[in-house]
């Protein structure tokens, strides 16, 4: 074996946290997208990445549909899901506040994840990576060729989002929906069908999320709430509704947990992205890229 | 009028029911496994062997003709739970013995229990602490356990290690019970065994990459490395050491990674792994002359007619604790305190699934480390390694 | 707003003194006083946690690390020091309510959602912290060895004597808070809750009031460790981790927030659907749990204890 020099090491460490950073940073957009139209953070958005994998298990290994084919059913029907879980669970609620939204997409969160044992069981499941398990050595530092994968679909995922908002008629009516409901429907947006519109996209994006890592950590049923958990932190970090920061709260937390884990201790690894998280918070309340009156607005 | 009359009759109907449930017609069993939640790994065989256990001992006519009642809760892995469920057994259902839980911390919130109310528990979690009372430097009075401890598995895979020259080591665990009390027994035994240990990472049980970990390994070369978790992480972490080109250290694993479809996982990356397991994992590797053939041969062909998927060795753990209560119910009847002394003096040579049992007043655990047997992976199966 | 009269607060305590008697009457559900017990130490928290998001406005997803603080703080100082238990759940309690003092006055400019991360953060910091100070804490496996509760020579050693002194303790941090509310204090905080611009204005000290409640609440989490730790005999980071920060929501927001009946009633509808009802549903049970939960929040926004005034106003209104 050869052996491995520390700027090999503090590369590898990097490479892994930006890989582990852009599966929270796609869970952070899915974050983003509900909470820009709806203020709504959806807790059971981790929920949707575990679908993703664990459909895409049973349609590309289970049934053996090519991956081409398999991708994009798995997303349709996670979206779905997330469509559902719209009607089902967020747009009955008769008097939405902050604590009954988050209490709603909880118990969202734990009825998918039941449903998901139910149908898989418990056990942890795997999905042939998308181009072979060779390994590539670049700058003393392994990289297995799933981690493009994530990157890649990460990048493809924030250009697709950043044109569909600023440049279709779609994505500018679901972001007036967010700026002001009341004024978005005096002029004709169905504020109902953007909030639609946004579960079914954010669903999307975590099935991608879900498709994309199986590969490199498996998949089972509950392991949506930490992947939530995460996400969330990068949402935050970046700033509440900014894809820019979403992305870059991602990309820190993943960082910090790897070079904390590899240069510190390994044990701690996750307090310390928690602790760097409260600091930027104490010292900018909004996150990086986040918008100082937005944050004033709610309260619980 | 009429009212009054419906709110008596009520209440009488309520409290003579009380009296109706009357002292048990059966042998009660109780039984405390965490068969959903995060360790369903351990409690969902657990439970489907011990029903698959009690049902065939009453097919065969019960005990001494009396049938074995077995009453299963699920404690989910929570600690809080686990106690509640124990108390509900015994004072409620008044069983004359418990069984479980799954976990060593499950067990430890529920072996206060146990003394306290003088009821006598098998539990199936590793820790030596669950039937050691290191204050009074004694055996827990009426608790046993049936696992073999992690003591067990760690004096296998050091002897193994210092058979084979290595004393550089790095270990690695996930940072649960299990992770952490293997993690303890490597630190404590290592100097016994003149082991240097140059790395001590961890993980989180929900962690999607242990790349870093290994890489800080790598840059330190030890001569082995020996990991403690269970669940995804111990798959993951074999993908990324052969991702990292790091084959040619040998990898340990810890006896939890006892189940097939942990090498089938691990898509190729499991090949050459050693780990020490249990009579029970390897069925079908035991000549006929081994001791434990016949009872490891017909669980695994029971569980797998009766549930058709893969015997999981923790399974086997409560097959063991089940035939004991069991043995002791036949020979004393229902006397909580009969079947503690039958447990402790008449368990001699008891021939389990995960060994061969001996229990003493100083000894509630009763295996050696001859209990586990050091297997390597080959040809995506196991094979005894030499 | 909120009235607390005589019979509702002495039919709480006739309720409290009569429960085991009525539970040992019935076959089958004796076992409930048990049960009751932890529905009691809940209580203890989401008392707290109820003035702090029902009256205060602000939220903490990470109440979870001061139950946990009181309980270690009790345990490490009994089990390995052997000092009096009495005087350890003081300790546990002015450790808390430190921590809380420090992490709350930062913590407490946040908003929203934000507001939620930082304590979901500072949750499971904590969480890591119970986890890997194993020298002290006992790791992941837990420590075990923790005393009983007595005093003056009378031992707390069965179910029914525990439960009325956890439910004495719930009692007395009931009445309390409700002379919080009625207080000068309650209507500053009511006054932050519907808006801070302008209670501020008027000359309440906003920041001052949320981290009092911030610490009051964290004092009654930690007595609840406490009393937790001594009545099992044992603890282990599990119990304490992010998953009960948010059951704690759950039974707020089951029970209704705005309605200290609520934090009540939630904490005892959780405790005995996770510890006893659900166990019937098997393999369904997560299910029907999420079930349960989304229904309550869809038809019953002020939980249960809002369902007397909906009906209230729903048949004012024929």
Not at chain 2, 32 to 37: E, H, I, L, N
Request: with cysteine.
């Amino acid at each position: 074996m050869e052996t491995i020099t520390p700027a090999g090491q503090l590369f590898q460490y990097l490479i892994t946290g930006i890989t582990v950073g852009s599966i929270y940073a796609m869970v952070a957009v899915g974050f983003n997208i509900i909470y820009n139209v709806t203020e709504i953070i959806n807790f059971a958005q981790g929920e949707f990445v575990m679908l993703g994998g664990l459909v895409m298990v049973s349609l590309h290994v289970g049934m053996g549909l090519p991956l081409i084919a398999a991708f994009p059913a798995t997303m349709i029907i996670v979206t779905l899901v997330g469509m559902l879980l719209d009607r089902l669970a967020i747009s009955p609620i008769r008097r939405p506040t902050v604590l009954s939204l988050i209490i709603a997409t909880i118990a969202a969160s734990i009825l998918l994840k039941g449903t998901a044992m139910f149908i898989w069981g418990k056990d942890p499941y795997d999905l042939p990576a998308f181009s072979g398990r060779n390994p590539i050595t670049f700058l003393g530092a392994v990289i297995q060729p799933q981690y493009f994968w994530v990157i890649g679909f990460l990048i493809i995922t924030v250009i697709v989002l950043t044109l569909f908002f600023e440049k279709t008629i779609l994505g500018k009516a679901m972001s007036a929906c967010a700026d002001n409901p009341d004024a978005a429907s005096l002029v004709g947006i169905n504020v109902k069908q953007m909030i639609l519109l946004s579960f079914a996209l954010s669903a999307a994006i975590g099935a991608v999320a879900g498709i994309v890592v199986t590969p490199i950590s498996l998949m089972e049923y509950d392991r949506g709430a930490m992947l939530a958990v995460k996400g969330f932190g990068a949402a935050v970090l970046g700033g509440l509704g900014s894809f820019p920061g979403a992305v870059i709260g991602g990309l820190i937390l993943g960082a910090i947990e790897s070079l904390g884990a590899g240069l510190i201790s390994s044990g701690y690894k996750d307090a310390f992205a928690l602790i760097v998280l409260m600091f930027v918070l104490f010292y900018k309340p909004s996150g990086i890229f986040g918008d100082i009156e937005v944050s004033k607005i709610k309260r619980f | 009028m009429k009212l009054r009359r419906i709110v008596i009759f009520t209440t009488v109907c309520l409290f003579s029911l009380g009296f109706l449930v009357s002292p048990a017609l059966a042998f009660k069993v109780g039984a405390v496994f965490s068969v959903t939640g995060r360790t369903s790994f351990l409690g969902d065989p657990e439970k489907k062997t011990a029903v698959m256990v009690a049902e065939q001992i009453n097919a065969a006519g019960g005990i001494n003709g009396e049938k074995l009642e077995l009453i299963v809760y699920d404690s989910e892995g929570d600690a809080t739970k686990a106690n509640l469920a124990v108390k509900k057994l015994i004072t409620q259902d008044k069983v004359s013995v418990v069984i479980g839980p799954s976990l060593s911390g499950t067990s430890m919130a529920v072996v206060p229990l146990a003394a306290k109310y003088k009821t006598p528990l098998i539990s199936c979690a590793a820790s030596y602490k669950i039937t050691w009372d290191k204050e009074k430097g004694t055996a827990r009075k009426w608790v046993f356990k049936t696992p073999q401890t992690d003591t067990m598995a760690v004096d296998a895979i050091y002897s193994a290690l210092k058979q084979k020259g290595i004393s550089k080591i790095a270990i690695m665990s996930v940072t649960s019970g299990f992770g952490a009390s293997g993690r303890g027994e490597l630190i404590r035994l290592a100097p016994e065994y003149g082991m240097t240990i140059m790395a001590d990472e961890k993980y989180g049980p929900k962690d999607t990459d242990m790349t870093v970990q290994l890489t800080k390994i790598k840059g330190l070369a030890p001569k082995a490395i020996v990991n403690w978790s269970v669940g995804p992480t111990q798959v993951v972490v074999l993908r990324n050491w052969r991702d990292l080109g790091m084959k040619s250290i040998p990898f340990y694993q810890s006896h939890g990674f006892g189940s097939r479809k942990n090498i089938e996982l691990a898509a190729g990356a499991a090949e050459g792994v050693f780990c020490p397991l249990g009579a029970v994992n390897i069925a079908e590797l035991l000549t006929p002359y081994d001791t434990q053939y016949a009872v490891a041969q017909r669980y695994l062909k029971d569980y797998k007619a009766k549930y058709n998927e893969p015997l999981s060795s923790f399974g086997g753990h409560a097959w063991d604790a089940l035939h004991m209560a069991a043995q002791a119910l036949a020979s004393v009847g229902d006397d909580k305190a009969k079947i503690r002394d039958y447990l402790e003096n008449n368990i001699k040579g008891f021939v389990g699934q995960h060994g061969v049992f001996f229990y003493s007043p100083d000894d509630h655990i009763g295996l050696d480390k001859a209990a586990f047997r050091m297997v390597v992976v080959r040809d995506g199966d196991w094979a005894l390694a030499d | 707003m909120l009235r607390i009269g005589k019979l509702p607060i002495s039919t709480f305590a006739f309720l409290i003194i009569i429960f085991p008697w009525v539970a040992h009457q019935i076959p089958g559900i004796e076992h409930y006083t048990d049960v009751m017990v932890f529905a009691g130490i809940y209580s203890l928290i989401t008392i707290g946690l109820s003035l702090l998001m029902g009256y205060a406005g602000q939220i903490s997803v990470g109440h979870a690390a001061f139950y946990g603080i009181g309980a270690y703080v009790s345990g490490i100082l009994t089990a390995r020091y052997g000092l009096n238990p009495w005087i350890c759940m003081l300790a546990g309690i002015s450790v808390a309510g430190a921590v809380a003092l420090i992490v709350g006055a930062p913590c407490l400019k946040l908003k929203g959602h934000y507001l939620a991360m930082a304590t979901l953060a500072f949750g499971i910091i904590i969480f890591i912290v119970f986890n890997e100070e194993a020298e002290w804490t006992g790791g992941p496996d837990g420590m075990s060895g923790i005393p009983g509760l007595s005093i003056f020579g009378f031992d707390f050693d069965s179910v029914e004597k525990y439960f009325y002194l956890v439910w004495g303790f719930v009692f007395a941090a009931f009445v309390f808070s409700v002379n919080i509310i009625q207080s000068g204090a309650g209507r500053a905080l009511r006054a932050i809750h519907s808006s801070e611009t302008a209670a501020n204005a008027m000359g309440v000290n906003v920041s001052g009031y949320k981290v009092l409640v911030f610490v009051y609440s964290a004092v009654l989490a930690s007595l609840a460790g406490s009393l937790y730790a001594h009545y099992l005999n044992f603890i282990n980071p599990a119990t304490f981790d992010l998953f009960f920060s948010i059951k704690l929501l759950i039974m707020i927001a089951l029970g209704g927030m705005h309605n200290l009946w609520g934090a009540v009633i939630g904490a005892g509808i959780i405790t005995f659907l996770n510890y006893e009802w659900l166990h019937y549903f098997e393999e369904f049970e997560v299910i029907v749990y999420g079930a349960i939960l989304l229904v309550v929040v869809i038809f019953f926004p002020d939980g249960l204890a809002g369902i007397p005034d909906m009906l209230k106003k729903r048949l004012g209104k024929h």
